[in-house]
């Protein structure tokens, strides 16, 4: 796996499983609308939970920006389909069972064990231009994506990258 993608590097071009098994080519969805894409552990984990609830609570916001989010994790959609039903997920929620997705993005694992938590702001161009990871700080994702989307849309492009444990 190569590093993590930083603000600059282009968006890799991968294939996941989307609603009702159908592929989605990532690079697809990059152009409509300033994209989130959040890569997370598991579903109806406690953080993960925590941290799809809060792009839950925020969607309307990031909509009104000008963005999308879509969330990625290795479970099958079976699993994302209920756990989106069971807390009112507005947003689409892709499976990476290869491993592809998180591999070309550079999501290392914490301790080697669990997934890494990273958040990315992707512009129309298929740049990413925010990338914050943090395994323990769930629900600071979707406010930090939130504050870069509104910087990118409406102001000078942002070009940061964060990383807390």
């Known amino acids: ?22 592929a989605v080519r990532l690079r697809e969805l990059v152009g409509k609308k300033v994209l989130v894409v959040y890569f997370y552990p598991k ?3 406690p953080g993960c939970t925590a941290q799809a ?4 609570d925020q969607y309307e916001d990031f909509v009104a920006a000008g963005a999308d ?25 892709l499976s990476d069972a290869s491993g592809e997705a998180r591999a070309g993005f550079g999501v290392k694992s914490t301790l080697g064990l669990i997934p890494g938590r990273v ?8 740049t990413v231009r925010y990338a914050f990871s943090s395994q323990l700080r769930a629900r600071e994702h979707a406010t930090r994506a939130l504050e870069e989307v509104r910087k ?10 964060a990383s807390t444990p």
């Open 119 to 126: 958040t990315f702001v992707v512009d129309h161009q298929g």
């Open 69 to 93: 989010v879509v969330g990625i994790s290795a479970d099958a959609m079976d699993s994302h389909e209920g756990f989106a039903a069971r807390h009112r997920l507005p947003f689409t929620l």
């Open 43 to 45: 579903d109806d984990t």
């Open 1 to 22: 796996m190569g590093k993590m993608l930083q603000p600059g590097d282009a968006v890799p071009d991968v294939t996941l499983t989307g609603p009702g098994g159908h």
């Open 152 to 161: 990118l849309v409406g102001g000078p492009t942002a070009t940061r990258a």
């Open 53 to 56: 609830c809060s792009f839950r």
